[in-house]
């Protein structure tokens, strides 16, 4: 009798012990977790380049245990607008947009009121818009052009001429990526101490692989001479090849250089269609866009874990804008 009362008197103490110093952790409950709200992805439109970083996005987004709301705005910037509108009433917490006017970035900010943003790919015509609460992500452009502009160089290094007639083929105009592509080809040009005479207007393709086409296909019709051609993207340098093949031409023969390191870009780099591409290192753009939405969306600092390397302007640091190194793709990986 007298051990079986002890028994439950040590009983008694050790359960109260176990109560008072938490002991039996297995059954309590876990720190509650911040609600986590949809991520929205609103495209500007669809191409190869930007459904690559869409499905780089979503793994990143998926990494992190958000769901990834996707639109497609088909190039309307109206259209894109009223997306993020949308977006925001079915509980987004966090946009992401590659802008289909890199004018409106002061009109989306305005829709998110108080949700961050992060632009993607697309800088905005005015930088001044970005903030702690709606930052920037994409590539350096100009760097990716100069690429294009070595590649050609050596490929016409010890030329007697120091003349090059150059086609070149331009994505949408008035976007900073059209005009830096495009202005650091030349300068890489330039820089090899080659003289870059334009063979013909720059055709405006809108980043379409059939336009390109259709505008290659007026400039051999014309008798256009040429020696290179220069694209903004992939998808354009590939219409250009189509055209030249087309017309019974052999487009190895011809120096061609484009952007995105696409599929497409790689097989004809592969087949010797193509001279070069310029990969603008989308894992890296996705996983530093991710983090910053998820960053904006659970409060916390926009740049908090993300080591993708902020711009420079002049020797400047610019706080809200993030750029990945871009690196010329010569051979199939």
Known sequence: MKTNGLFQILSGILASALLLTG???SNAPAAPQAERKPLALLLAEEDAFLLDLKRSIEAEAAAAGYELLSYNAGGDAETQLLQAQKALAEGAGALIVTLADDKAGEKIAEIASGAGVVLLNRAPADRR???DHMV??????TRSGILQGEALASCFAGREAPEIRYLLFQGTPGLESTEKRADGAIQGLFDAGLTAVAAAEFQTCDFSRDRAYHAMRRLLAEGIEYDCIIANNDA???????AIEEAGLDASQTPIVGIDASADGIDALSQGKLLMTVDPNAPEQASATAAAAVNLEQGRAFDEGIHTPKATVGGNVQPYMF???????????
């Open 236 to 242: 354009m340098a590939l219409g250009a090849i189509d």
């Open 23 to 25: 002991c039996g952790v």
């Open 129 to 131: 818009i970005l903030h």
């Open 136 to 141: 920037f992500v994409g590539c350096e452009e």
């Open 323 to 333: 750029v990945a190194e871009p690196r010329a793709v010569t051979e199939r990986p």
